[in-house]
């Protein structure tokens, strides 16, 4: 019976979370309360059992590595097509800092590190995977979550985004395409956030796609 009860207290705080998502679907603050919604749910505990078991990532939480922090500036100096100058450039134009997208919590365990990880290389795997910030893009970015990652924020994400536009009548295809195309690189490429992608800000963008197999950028 507890057990019982803890499920569904767990599912009122997904919905919770999803009703909120679905209020302003373009805010981080609404993703960040689903991903909060999902904290220490049974489903959350697969996605970690699926990432530490792969031995980059596994290798990354032993070794307790961390990015040096972020430099937008510093960044923006370096050559132009380098993964660190496009992705100032994408945060800039999104009016975000750095700081917006690290999690201030500390990292206290494995889960806790893989919890960081995701969230820190949100934007560097939009700029990777050239998927654009728009609804769209966000949907094609889960869809890449998901294959990557078997991510619970992103299935909540991709159902919210999809019930979004049916509620306000807008046209499916290019969700879809998105979602399909995300579906296959998440496939197809090796687990992306395993990578210390922040101690090659300057290599070009395309160095990177080419190692991972992302197509590259126009």
């Known amino acids: 019976m507890l057990f019982n009860l803890d499920a569904r207290l767990q599912s009122l705080r997904m919905v919770a979370g999803l009703a909120e998502f679905l209020k302003n679907p373009g805010s981080l603050d609404s993703v960040f309360k689903v991903a909060g919604s999902l904290k220490n749910s049974p489903i959350s505990a697969q996605m970690f059992r699926h990432l530490l078991a792969n031995p980059q ?16 500036e510093a ?27 690290i999690d201030p919590s ?26 654009g910030i728009d609804g769209p893009g966000e949907l094609g970015l889960q869809a890449f979550n998901l294959a990557q990652n078997r991510s619970p924020l992103a299935v909540m994400l991709i159902f919210g985004g999809m019930l979004n536009s049916l509620q306000n009548d807008e046209p499916l295809e290019p969700l879809l395409s998105a979602l399909a195309r995300g579906f296959e ?14 101690e090659g800000w300057d290599r070009p963008l395309t160095d990177w796609q080419r190692q991972l197999g992302l197509p590259l950028a126009a």
């Not at 500390?106 to 998927?131: A, C, K, M, N």
């Not at 690189?185 to 090796?190: K, N, S, T, V, Y």
């Open 185 to 198: 690189l998440g496939l197809q490429a090796p687990c992306v956030i395993a990578y210390r992608l922040e």
């Open 57 to 72: 990532m596994a290798e990354l939480v032993q070794a307790q590595w961390r990015p040096a922090p972020i430099d937008l």
């Open 75 to 101: 960044l923006e100096q370096l050559p132009a097509g380098s993964l660190g100058h496009v992705y100032a450039h994408q945060l800039r134009s999104q009016g975000l800092s750095p700081a917006s997208l």
């Open 106 to 131: 500390p990292i206290q365990s494995p889960q806790d590190y893989v919890v960081h990880r995701l969230r820190e290389t949100h934007d560097i795997v939009h700029v990777l995977t050239g998927f």
